[in-house]
Protein backbone atom coordinates (compact mmCIF):
# COMPACT_ATOMS: atom_id res chain seq x y z
CA UNK A 1 0.00 0.00 0.00
CA UNK A 2 1.31 3.36 -1.16
CA UNK A 3 2.43 5.27 1.80
CA UNK A 4 4.01 7.92 3.10
CA UNK A 5 6.94 7.74 5.85
CA UNK A 6 8.56 10.02 8.56
CA UNK A 7 10.95 9.79 11.20
CA UNK A 8 8.66 9.56 14.82
CA UNK A 9 10.66 12.20 16.20
CA UNK A 10 14.12 14.92 16.16
CA UNK A 11 16.35 16.69 18.97
CA UNK A 12 18.33 19.55 17.99
CA UNK A 13 19.67 22.04 19.63
CA UNK A 14 19.26 26.06 18.76
CA UNK A 15 21.01 27.52 16.23
CA UNK A 16 21.72 23.75 14.53
CA UNK A 17 20.16 23.10 11.15
CA UNK A 18 17.73 20.28 11.37
CA UNK A 19 16.85 17.75 8.02
CA UNK A 20 13.85 15.60 7.90
CA UNK A 21 12.88 13.74 5.26
CA UNK A 22 9.81 11.97 4.03
CA UNK A 23 9.72 8.72 1.74
CA UNK A 24 6.79 8.46 -0.63
CA UNK A 25 7.19 5.82 -3.08
CA UNK A 26 4.39 6.30 -5.38
CA UNK A 27 3.72 9.92 -5.88
CA UNK A 28 2.07 10.96 -8.42
CA UNK A 29 3.55 12.34 -11.67
CA UNK A 30 2.60 16.15 -11.59
CA UNK A 31 1.43 16.89 -7.81
CA UNK A 32 3.34 19.42 -5.92
CA UNK A 33 5.25 18.11 -2.50
CA UNK A 34 3.90 20.71 0.82
CA UNK A 35 5.36 20.42 3.85
CA UNK A 36 3.40 21.50 6.85
CA UNK A 37 3.68 22.85 10.66
CA UNK A 38 1.71 22.20 13.15
CA UNK A 39 1.80 22.90 17.03
CA UNK A 40 -0.73 22.04 19.37
CA UNK A 41 -4.54 22.70 19.31
CA UNK A 42 -3.64 24.54 16.34
CA UNK A 43 -3.97 23.47 12.56
CA UNK A 44 -1.58 22.91 10.16
CA UNK A 45 0.56 25.96 9.01
CA UNK A 46 2.38 25.77 5.08
CA UNK A 47 6.33 25.66 5.45
CA UNK A 48 6.97 25.42 1.71
CA UNK A 49 6.07 23.18 -1.53
CA UNK A 50 8.14 21.94 -4.42
CA UNK A 51 7.58 19.91 -7.79
CA UNK A 52 11.47 18.59 -7.94
CA UNK A 53 15.68 20.03 -7.20
CA UNK A 54 15.32 22.56 -4.70
CA UNK A 55 13.57 25.48 -3.66
CA UNK A 56 14.42 28.01 -1.09
CA UNK A 57 12.08 30.30 0.87
CA UNK A 58 12.57 32.87 3.92
CA UNK A 59 11.80 30.12 6.74
CA UNK A 60 12.91 26.42 4.65
CA UNK A 61 14.79 25.02 1.99
CA UNK A 62 13.40 21.61 0.18
CA UNK A 63 15.35 19.38 -1.67
CA UNK A 64 13.57 16.92 -3.78
CA UNK A 65 15.74 14.18 -6.10
CA UNK A 66 15.16 13.44 -9.77
CA UNK A 67 13.18 10.36 -8.87
CA UNK A 68 10.98 12.35 -6.70
CA UNK A 69 10.58 8.95 -4.31
CA UNK A 70 11.62 11.16 -1.12
CA UNK A 71 11.73 15.14 -0.09
CA UNK A 72 13.64 16.64 2.90
CA UNK A 73 12.72 19.22 4.43
CA UNK A 74 15.59 21.87 5.89
CA UNK A 75 15.52 24.25 8.65
CA UNK A 76 18.49 26.53 9.15
CA UNK A 77 19.68 27.12 12.53
CA UNK A 78 16.38 26.28 14.30
CA UNK A 79 14.89 28.23 17.43
CA UNK A 80 12.77 26.68 20.73
CA UNK A 81 9.86 27.87 18.41
CA UNK A 82 10.24 25.43 15.84
CA UNK A 83 9.36 23.36 17.82
CA UNK A 84 6.50 21.36 16.37
CA UNK A 85 5.38 18.33 14.43
CA UNK A 86 6.55 18.56 11.10
CA UNK A 87 4.33 16.41 7.97
CA UNK A 88 4.55 16.20 4.26
CA UNK A 89 1.79 16.22 2.02
CA UNK A 90 1.96 14.19 -1.39
CA UNK A 91 -0.44 13.10 -3.74
CA UNK A 92 0.08 9.19 -4.11
CA UNK A 93 -0.93 7.63 -7.12
CA UNK A 94 -2.74 4.11 -6.60
CA UNK A 95 -3.01 3.33 -9.78
CA UNK A 96 -5.38 4.47 -12.85
CA UNK A 97 -6.16 7.91 -13.17
CA UNK A 98 -6.95 8.45 -9.12
CA UNK A 99 -4.67 10.60 -6.80
CA UNK A 100 -5.26 10.78 -3.04
CA UNK A 101 -3.89 13.44 -1.03
CA UNK A 102 -1.82 11.53 1.92
CA UNK A 103 -0.10 13.51 4.77
CA UNK A 104 3.33 12.04 6.25
CA UNK A 105 3.43 10.39 9.59
CA UNK A 106 4.72 13.36 10.94
CA UNK A 107 8.07 14.42 12.65
CA UNK A 108 8.21 15.57 16.39
CA UNK A 109 11.15 18.45 16.53
CA UNK A 110 12.25 19.33 19.73
CA UNK A 111 14.77 21.64 20.11
CA UNK A 112 16.68 22.96 23.17
CA UNK A 113 18.09 25.67 24.46
CA UNK B 1 -7.16 38.74 4.83
CA UNK B 2 -9.42 36.35 7.39
CA UNK B 3 -8.44 33.06 7.64
CA UNK B 4 -10.60 29.56 7.81
CA UNK B 5 -13.11 29.71 10.45
CA UNK B 6 -14.36 26.35 12.03
CA UNK B 7 -17.35 25.45 15.24
CA UNK B 8 -17.55 24.62 17.30
CA UNK B 9 -14.02 24.40 18.89
CA UNK B 10 -14.83 21.83 21.35
CA UNK B 11 -17.59 19.21 21.73
CA UNK B 12 -18.40 16.14 23.88
CA UNK B 13 -21.32 13.84 22.89
CA UNK B 14 -22.35 10.84 23.53
CA UNK B 15 -22.15 7.56 21.27
CA UNK B 16 -24.95 7.27 18.97
CA UNK B 17 -25.50 10.93 19.00
CA UNK B 18 -25.36 12.72 15.85
CA UNK B 19 -22.77 16.28 15.70
CA UNK B 20 -22.43 18.68 13.31
CA UNK B 21 -19.39 20.26 12.13
CA UNK B 22 -19.01 24.13 10.39
CA UNK B 23 -16.85 25.79 8.07
CA UNK B 24 -16.08 28.59 6.51
CA UNK B 25 -13.05 29.01 4.04
CA UNK B 26 -11.18 32.06 2.64
CA UNK B 27 -13.08 33.94 0.46
CA UNK B 28 -12.49 33.21 -3.05
CA UNK B 29 -11.54 29.64 -2.41
CA UNK B 30 -12.63 26.83 -4.48
CA UNK B 31 -11.66 24.08 -2.71
CA UNK B 32 -12.22 22.87 0.68
CA UNK B 33 -11.21 19.55 2.47
CA UNK B 34 -12.68 18.14 5.75
CA UNK B 35 -9.60 15.98 7.17
CA UNK B 36 -9.93 13.72 10.35
CA UNK B 37 -6.75 13.68 13.10
CA UNK B 38 -6.71 11.46 15.36
CA UNK B 39 -4.41 12.02 17.99
CA UNK B 40 -0.74 11.15 17.45
CA UNK B 41 -1.29 10.87 13.62
CA UNK B 42 -1.29 13.10 10.44
CA UNK B 43 -4.81 14.66 9.27
CA UNK B 44 -6.81 11.98 6.98
CA UNK B 45 -8.43 13.53 4.09
CA UNK B 46 -12.14 12.72 4.66
CA UNK B 47 -13.50 14.72 1.41
CA UNK B 48 -12.67 17.33 -0.84
CA UNK B 49 -15.10 19.34 -2.60
CA UNK B 50 -14.28 21.60 -5.71
CA UNK B 51 -17.19 24.72 -5.57
CA UNK B 52 -19.88 22.61 -4.86
CA UNK B 53 -18.85 19.24 -6.39
CA UNK B 54 -17.15 16.24 -4.65
CA UNK B 55 -13.53 15.52 -6.09
CA UNK B 56 -12.82 12.75 -3.72
CA UNK B 57 -14.66 11.38 -0.98
CA UNK B 58 -12.97 7.70 -1.06
CA UNK B 59 -12.03 7.82 2.96
CA UNK B 60 -15.16 9.34 3.92
CA UNK B 61 -17.32 6.36 6.01
CA UNK B 62 -20.39 7.03 4.37
CA UNK B 63 -22.60 5.09 6.45
CA UNK B 64 -22.50 7.65 9.30
CA UNK B 65 -20.48 10.62 7.93
CA UNK B 66 -22.20 13.42 5.40
CA UNK B 67 -20.72 16.67 3.87
CA UNK B 68 -22.20 19.14 2.14
CA UNK B 69 -21.01 22.77 0.65
CA UNK B 70 -24.64 23.67 -1.42
CA UNK B 71 -23.31 27.17 -2.39
CA UNK B 72 -20.05 26.07 -2.99
CA UNK B 73 -19.04 28.30 0.09
CA UNK B 74 -19.59 27.18 3.60
CA UNK B 75 -19.40 23.61 4.53
CA UNK B 76 -20.83 20.99 7.07
CA UNK B 77 -19.78 18.09 8.02
CA UNK B 78 -21.86 15.39 10.22
CA UNK B 79 -21.47 12.25 12.09
CA UNK B 80 -24.47 10.44 12.71
CA UNK B 81 -24.55 8.36 14.74
CA UNK B 82 -21.36 9.08 16.65
CA UNK B 83 -18.74 5.76 17.31
CA UNK B 84 -16.04 6.35 20.23
CA UNK B 85 -13.33 5.97 17.63
CA UNK B 86 -14.88 9.19 15.59
CA UNK B 87 -12.99 11.26 18.84
CA UNK B 88 -10.75 12.96 16.84
CA UNK B 89 -9.84 16.74 15.82
CA UNK B 90 -11.78 17.82 12.97
CA UNK B 91 -9.89 20.19 10.53
CA UNK B 92 -11.00 22.24 7.40
CA UNK B 93 -8.48 23.32 4.93
CA UNK B 94 -9.25 25.59 1.86
CA UNK B 95 -6.89 26.52 -1.38
CA UNK B 96 -7.69 28.66 -4.24
CA UNK B 97 -8.04 26.01 -7.12
CA UNK B 98 -7.31 22.49 -5.46
CA UNK B 99 -5.16 21.34 -8.51
CA UNK B 100 -1.80 19.57 -7.88
CA UNK B 101 -1.37 19.76 -4.47
CA UNK B 102 -1.91 23.36 -3.93
CA UNK B 103 -1.18 25.35 -0.50
CA UNK B 104 -3.91 24.51 1.83
CA UNK B 105 -5.04 26.91 4.74
CA UNK B 106 -6.29 25.13 7.97
CA UNK B 107 -8.36 26.36 10.46
CA UNK B 108 -8.34 25.87 14.02
CA UNK B 109 -10.35 22.42 14.02
CA UNK B 110 -12.97 21.30 15.88
CA UNK B 111 -12.12 19.11 18.52
CA UNK B 112 -14.55 15.88 19.46
CA UNK B 113 -14.95 13.94 21.97
CA UNK B 114 -17.43 10.69 22.14
CA UNK B 115 -18.11 9.16 25.03
Known amino acids: LAKTTQPISMDSYEGQEVNITCSHNNIATNDYITWYQQFPSQGPRFIIQGYKTKVTNEVASLFIPADRKSSTLSLPRVSLSDTAVYYCLVALNYGGATNKLIFGTGTLLAVQP | EAGVAQSPRYKIIEKRQSVAFWCNPI?????LYWYQQILGQGPKLLIQ????????DSQLPKDRFSAERLKGVDSTLKIQPAKLEDSAVYLCASSFGGVGGETQYFGPGTRLLVL
Open chain 2, 27 to 31: SGHAT
Open chain 2, 49 to 56: FQNNGVVD
